[in-house]
């Protein structure tokens, strides 16, 4: 069986190649149109500039990483972490869902780091834009006042780790901090202090779940679950109080009195 149907396709094949070889010619003989891109005011063609492909690849390099860029260079760890220990002191399983926490996150951070992208933007970016810098000048011209906003929220004994695994200079001022030192310290910060946020927000809802499963124990009500009473009791609680009003603004100063 398996002979029988490679001789089909064969024969297939075999009676299909007249009909594409001429297709071929007439394609070959017309020419094919060139494709070609312009970067910039430059065209990229077939035997195009090196440098110019290598802007290209260079750019979607950096738009790969841009995720963990926003992870790791932005306020959005501390504001996601302490958002999901919030849902789980809460006791709501999967409410507000990972999706609504998430774009929370991203809107919070765009509002509180849109300060430092517009100082970066109008130190390097513009001027780069307008022919009025080279290219290197405005990477280290736009990359000062990010660098200045990880410094300001790290803590020194951070820093001070990561020049030591990294083998680095001892920085006189926070300007001599690498980039490849301010990153990972701030980003233990941010989690050090996202746990501390989330341990005050989940120690009354503790309290009250230790209060509610004592009651049920000295009422011998051992076969109800605590959780059942605890929580409408904390839901109500947390709306009473405006709990997500209080985290937000609390998160966001956070920022603006450092």
Not at 60 to 83: D, E, Q
């Amino acid at each position: 069986m398996r002979s029988g149907l490679v001789k089909a396709l064969c024969l297939g094949l075999a009676s299909a190649t007249p009909l594409w070889l001429p297709l071929a010619a007439e394609a070959q003989q017309a020419g094919l149109p060139d494709v070609s891109i312009s970067v910039g005011g430059s065209e990229l063609a077939g035997g195009g500039s090196v440098a110019s492909s290598l802007k290209i690849m260079l750019l979607l390099t950096v738009l790969s990483f841009a995720p963990a860029m926003v992870l790791c260079m932005t306020c959005f760890t501390r504001i996601a972490v302490v958002l999901g220990m919030t849902r789980t002191a809460l006791g709501t399983q999967a409410l507000p869902p990972n999706t609504v926490i998430t774009g929370l996150a991203m809107f919070l951070t765009i509002a509180i780091m849109a300060p430092v992208f517009e100082e970066s933007y109008q130190a390097g970016i513009k001027p780069y834009l307008e022919g009025q810098m080279e290219q290197g000048e405005a990477l280290g011209k736009a990359s000062v006042p990010l660098k200045d906003f990880l410094v300001r929220h790290s803590r020194e004994k951070d820093l001070a780790l990561f020049v030591q695994i990294t083998r680095s200079e001892q920085p006189k001022d926070p300007a001599d901090v690498p980039f490849f030192v301010a990153v990972p310290a701030f980003v233990l910060s941010e989690l050090n202090t996202a746990f501390q946020i989330g341990f005050l927000i989940a120690l009354p809802f503790l309290v009250l779940d230790m209060v509610v499963s004592s009651v049920l124990t000295s009422m011998s009500m051992i076969t109800l679950p605590p959780v059942v009473i605890s929580l409408p009791l904390k839901l109500m609680l947390f709306v009473i109080v405006d709990g997500w009003h209080l985290i937000i603004s609390s998160l966001v100063k956070t920022y603006s009195v450092t």
